[in-house]
């Protein structure tokens, strides 16, 4: 090896001047593995980097057959050199070199929904589909509004990559077969938040470019950016940690290279909006694939080369959804996400609705386990999700909270169960139900209250339940709901009062203590003891059940440390 070099994400890659050949090195290992060959005859005054702008590998260095010093990028997915420039009369020899820039302020990527599977073939691919994924752009220029065009390629190349463009806009998706930074036909824009942020939707159609396109390749993502200031230069390259595998069209049950076509029909589902498909039930890991709602606002029929399932029974009918899922799959789709293309009070992305099932077999007839069907149009789903949340709050009072919820429709809805867990825990417990409505497609407002809670912070989540008993969907509250500690000692009237023969009598604690409450007559004669323990400071209520005495006034009294307190009350037969 004649030079070592590596890259941002930490590839290294060698040049051999004696076999002219492009390597991949194992830096744990030192192996060093053949890419391809540089195409010349490499010889001596050799030098090689990385632009760390926009990823590409350059290599100065003497050709040894025409005797001619250049400047040459190296494509590291094949190895081949490309010459850039020329120095005649040729220089003898050229010393190691290296390019900065400013890095700190380099844009990056976090992926937040990014499928596993996406459709692929090499050559001729007449079965396309498009593939969506939700990332977070940071490190912009706050305020700034960028260009882009996204695109996949291989792991640790350099280049921009390949594919068909869909640009997710708020008016729908406009359809672009390349990406170029000086027509707007081939771009599309977004704006930086305060801090440098934007988080989006991005849709990759696959193309028939072998070097990406083959089935059981992985691929990254590619954001290209320009300088945010109406640049029409590629200033970064963004890409993706996690990759999307290629599989295609194919009818053998196992095969990890095929997919089968899942598709289906959401009636009270919003045009536009991404349909996220899991293989459990809690929608935790990463999706399985991803599919646009139709109808998106770009007439896919028109294209030649996508799927023509996809054309005639999904492309422009509204609420139908379509996208391949892996024949390798042993626990089958078990949760269908919606979520929002763009909307007007919450973020792009944010769940709307699901849907789960949990054998993979959706409706008894599609069954998503290892599926075999390929392309044909047999693995169908024709279901709404069942309810379409628009609010949920919470309002505290004390150590009392109020749930308020507010449904646009609901359909087969049975029941809401209200559950609750502590922040930080992992248990969700169930402390209540409310009825639902049925099928409706009117606003509905529901209400619970759950009472008498200890200081802490709290998560509450609605588990809705069908007419079968299925839970169909969760939805959580946002944030932590805080009952606090009081600020002081303090016995309430008992309520009611008179009561017969039970009563509820409530109590703060600013610190823990031990406690009792004694009811004692209005002789002083002790008559009931209704607490006798240690309490940690919060909120309690307790009830008194006098079936045991006589009619008349009693007087309950609380200790607590140094704090004592007495009330009546009044006992009515």
């Not at 993979?360 to 069954?367: R, S």
Request: net charge negative; hydrophobic share 35%.
């Amino acid at each position: 090896m004649v030079k070592i070099v590596i890259d941002d994400d930490g590839h290294m890659y060698g040049i051999d001047l004696g076999t002219d050949n492009l390597y991949s090195i194992n830096k744990s290992t030192g192996q060093a593995t053949v890419i391809g060959p540089l195409g010349f005859n490499l010889n001596f005054g050799c030098g090689a980097t990385f632009d760390r702008v926009n990823g590409v590998l350059y290599l100065l260095g003497l050709d040894g057959g025409s005797m001619i010093n250049a400047l040459r990028t190296i494509d590291t997915a094949t190895g081949t050199a490309t010459t850039v420039h020329t120095w005649s009369p040729t220089l003898s020899q050229f010393a190691p070199f290296d390019l900065y820039s400013n890095i700190s302020t380099e844009p990056s990527m976090t992926e937040i929904h990014f499928p596993q599977y996406m459709q692929g073939l090499n050559g001729s691919n007449n079965g396309r589909i498009p593939m969506a994924y939700f990332v977070e752009l940071n490190g912009l220029t706050p305020g700034a509004t960028y260009r882009y065009f996204n695109l996949l390629d291989t792991v640790g190349s350099p280049a921009n990559g390949a594919g068909i463009i869909m640009f997710a806009e708020p008016s729908g998706y406009r359809y672009s077969s390349t990406g170029n930074l000086s027509n707007p036909d081939n771009y599309g824009e977004f704006t930086a938040d305060g801090s440098g942020s934007y988080s989006g939707w991005f849709v990759s159609i696959p193309s028939g470019n072998p070097a990406r396109f083959t089935p059981g390749k992985e691929l990254t993502a590619v954001i290209c950016l320009n300088d945010g200031a109406g640049g029409t230069s590629i200033e970064h390259r963004l890409r993706s940690t996690q990759t999307v595998k290629v599989v295609n069209w194919g009818t053998t049950p196992s095969d990890p290279l095929q997919g089968s076509l899942f598709w289906g029909q959401s009636t009270n589902g919003t045009d536009k909006n991404v349909i996220m498909l899991y293989d459990n039930v809690d929608g935790t890991g990463r999706p399985i694939s991803s599919a646009l709602i139709e109808n998106i606002g770009f007439d896919l029929t028109t294209v030649s080369s996508i799927l023509p399932e996809y054309r005639t029974n999904i492309a422009t009918q509204s609420g139908r959804w379509g996208t391949i899922i892996p024949n390798n799959l042993p626990n089958g789709i078990r949760r269908l996400e919606e979520r929002e293309l763009v909307s007007g009070t919450d973020a792009p992305g944010d769940l709307v609705q699901f849907i789960t099932e949990p054998s993979g077999n959706w409706n008894g007839v599609a069954n998503t386990v290892n599926p075999s069907n390929g392309s044909a149009i047999t693995l169908v789903y024709n279901g709404p999700l069942p309810v379409d949340l628009i609010s949920f709050n919470a309002m505290v009072d004390r150590n009392n909270v109020t749930l308020n919820w507010e449904t646009a429709w609901e359909e087969n809805n049975d029941r809401f169960e209200i559950q609750r867990k502590v922040t930080g825990t992992e248990a969700w417990v169930t402390v209540g139900s409310v009825k639902g409505s049925g099928t409706t497609y009117e606003h509905r407002s529901y209400s619970y209250f759950d009472k008498n809670l200890v200081s802490g912070a709290y998560e509450y989540r609605l588990v809705q339940y069908d007419v079968n008993g299925n839970n169909t969907a969760d939805f959580g509250l946002t944030g932590s709901v805080m009952i606090g500690t009081p600020e002081n000692f303090k016995i309430a009237q008992n309520y009611p009062n008179p009561f017969n023969p039970v009563t509820k009598i409530d109590f703060q604690l600013p610190i823990d203590a031990m406690v009792t409450l004694k009811v004692f007559d209005l002789t002083g004669r002790e008559v009931a003891q209704v607490v006798n323990e240690f309490k940690t400071a919060g909120y309690y209520s307790v009830q008194f059940d006098g079936s045991s005495l006589a009619s008349g006034m009693y007087i309950y009294q609380i200790s607590a440390g140094e704090f004592i307190q007495m009330k009546k009350m009044l006992l009515v037969k």
